[in-house]
């Protein structure tokens, strides 16, 4: 159920203002892939344009191609809605729905699209919440409001929510930038399990969470403030961090940038 | 009030970079009620000395001296910036009093008159075979025709005061959006005897139809409406745009997103906004004169014939000048205030259950 996602020529804009500049790469499925680089270089951005999230900022628009597979994201008479359902994503701020119950908010996004009996409900939300290492945790109070748990459990939450909806990617940005070293480890741990079924990308700003978590690495970097962000290599993990074939990124890695 | 957290630094110590001594002389806790009760004993004395007769007179000689009593104590034993730092305190605290006064003053006057008629007869008998000048005779037409009214008004006023705030909020962009908004603020400010003779004009003499709860309901919805858009407008920004974005990303429809997450997380503060509107009707007398008409019997059908309502029959009451009709005047008046203070107490309720949790 995991698919490739294949990006060539993407620009996107905020208004005149252009954020991210002609990038391509290729993302495969069921592996992790992370995007590391100095604020304000675009990762979230591009990471938003491949759910088609950007478009949802006022001012926000893209150019060029996103193939989920052989299909094209935004090509004519694409529904953004059915690019949310198969792409799915996490913040950097948890952010259950404050109104909800845990088990309402794990069930929100099969709720929100239509009707559900309630025990293949209950089904899905105890296989997500399991998915995400929170069942054990929240079992017994299911029926309890959301924003009562931890920030590391609201963020596996979300996580819960996220693949309740049984996407075929999911996005990840700075998912643990909020959080605890113990409930980093945690969402490491699940990201490396959630591989298997998902094609997952990652925005981070640790370096070492990039290397223990992801199979590729992608470094963007910007020539200067106001400039787009551009990709500046994409390799596997090992080769970006032991022997990267661009300069700028030896630098970024190793503490030497600016 | 303690002050121990703040800086502590004598200014005469300014001189030298680190103070002296980090302890300083200061006033007992007791010193700000002690400090008020001799100003009001003083701002008494005074009036009575100086045969002053007005009780407003001592009031604010005694408001004076208080902020002068804390400035001038407070500067001796401990320091200038602890006295501004009082006078200001002070001055909030005579705000205050200042500002509930007036009210306590006419909640008290209401119930103490309006409670000697407040009676099961009163609130169940209408006007109806009783003359002015009789005693006897009752609410219940009036308090019907309020209750009729508001419920019509808001029946018209809220869905599409909060349709038109979802669209400024979660739609609207450019020109339409600007241009509503500036309506809106124009609403905001028309009289209620101009809504009622736009009713009157555009229902009654144009289209022929005669006086009615209804007609008076259009032009209480006339005012209600700005004031629904405004609140609810205010509540949907501040729902998180996380929240938002959260749902977008699920791939659920923007419609249901509004639906679903924007409208429950900010329903606590729409459901007072619109008590609050409904507080703002409820007292309106001017178009139920116009359009309501008035009546002495009991009318239950809101869309024939002319009904009351309570701040008319307050105001018939009153304007009858005998002592039977100021006591029914100031019961309905009781009978008016309670019915607001009522719906207030159900909408924070409301409020209060349908609130984010966040109780583990």
Not at chain 2, 4 to 9: G, P, S
Not at chain 2, 156 to 164: D, F, N, Q, R, Y
Not at chain 2, 272 to 281: E, F, H, P
Not at chain 2, 337 to 358: D, E, Q, S, Y
């Amino acid at each position: 159920m995991a698919k490739r996602i294949d990006v060539s020529g993407l620009s996107a804009f905020y208004g005149s203002h252009k954020a991210i500049d002609d990038i391509s790469m290729t993302v495969e499925p069921r592996s992790v892939t992370a995007f590391i680089g100095p604020s304000g270089c675009g990762k979230s951005t591009f990471l938003r344009t491949l759910n088609r999230m950007h478009e949802v900022t006022p001012g926000g628009r893209v150019e060029g191609k996103v193939m989920l597979d052989d299909e094209n994201l935004y090509g004519a008479g694409v529904d953004p809605v059915a690019v949310r359902r198969t792409v799915g994503m996490v913040f950097q701020r948890p952010n259950p729905f404050p109104t909800m119950s845990i088990f309402d908010n794990v069930a929100a996004g099969l709720r929100l699209n239509g009707s559900f009996k309630k025990s293949e409900l209950s089904d899905i939300v105890e296989r997500s919440l399991q998915g995400a290492n929170l069942w054990n945790e929240v079992k017994d109070r299911l029926g309890k409001p959301g924003s009562g748990l931890s920030g590391g459990q609201q963020q596996r939450l979300c996580i819960a929510r996220a693949i309740a909806v049984e996407p075929q990617v999911l996005l990840m940005d700075e998912p643990c930038s909020a959080l605890d070293p113990i409930s980093t480890l945690a969402i490491e741990d699940l990201i490396g399990e959630l591989k298997e079924r998902f094609t997952i990308v990652i925005v981070t700003h640790n370096m070492q969470q990039a290397a223990r978590v992801s199979d590729r690495t992608a470094f963007f970097n910007l020539a200067a403030v106001g400039q787009p962000g551009k990709l500046i290599e994409i390799d596997d993990t090992d080769r970006i961090f032991s022997n990267p074939s661009v300069q700028a990124t030896e630098d970024y890695i190793s503490g030497r940038f600016g | 009030m303690s002050h121990t957290l703040q800086d502590q630094r004598p200014t005469r110590a300014r001189k030298s970079a680190a103070p002296a001594s980090l302890t300083r002389g200061g006033l007992p806790r007791w010193a700000p009620a002690g400090i008020a009760a001799l100003s009001i004993a003083l701002g008494s004395g005074i009036g009575l000395a100086f045969d002053l007769h007005s009780k407003i007179q001592w009031g604010l000689i005694a408001s004076l001296l208080f902020i002068g009593i804390t400035y001038a104590a407070s500067a001796v034993v401990e320091n200038r910036r602890q006295a501004k730092d009082r006078v200001a305190t002070s001055l909030v605290w005579v705000c205050f009093v200042l500002a509930v006064i007036p009210l306590l003053s006419l909640m008290w006057t209401t119930i103490s008159r309006g409670l000697k008629l407040l009676n099961g007869n009163f609130l169940t008998h209408s006007m109806n075979g009783v003359t002015s000048f009789d005693e006897g005779g009752g609410v219940y037409h009036a308090l019907l025709g309020t209750i009729e009214q508001i419920a019509l008004a808001t029946l018209i006023a809220a869905p599409i005061g909060l349709l038109t705030a979802v669209y400024l909020v979660e739609y609207g962009k450019g020109k339409l959006a600007k241009a509503v908004t500036f309506f809106v603020d124009v609403m905001t400010g028309i009289p209620s005897i101009v809504a009622g003779l736009f009713i009157l004009t555009t229902w009654n003499l144009m289209l022929g139809f005669g006086p009615s709860g209804f007609a008076g309901a259009m032009a209480l919805s006339i005012l209600m409406m700005p004031v629904v858009v405004r609140s609810t407008e205010e509540m949907l920004k501040l729902v998180p745009n996380e929240l938002r974005e959260a749902a977008l990303a699920l791939g659920v429809p923007k419609w249901r997103v509004i639906l679903k997450v924007v409208l429950p997380t900010a329903i606590g503060g729409i459901s007072t906004g619109l008590m609050l509107a409904v507080a703002r009707i409820a007292g309106e007398t001017a178009p139920i004169m116009l359009l309501v008409f008035g009546s002495q019997l009991i009318n239950g059908n809101p869309f024939e014939g002319a009904q009351s309502s309570l701040p008319l029959y307050i105001w018939e009451q009153y304007k009858v000048g005998s002592d039977a009709s100021y006591d029914r005047a100031w019961a309905a008046a009781l009978v008016l205030i309670a019915f607001v203070m009522i719906l207030n107490l159900v909408a924070r309720g409301i409020a209060r259950w349908k609130a984010p949790k966040t109780g583990r």
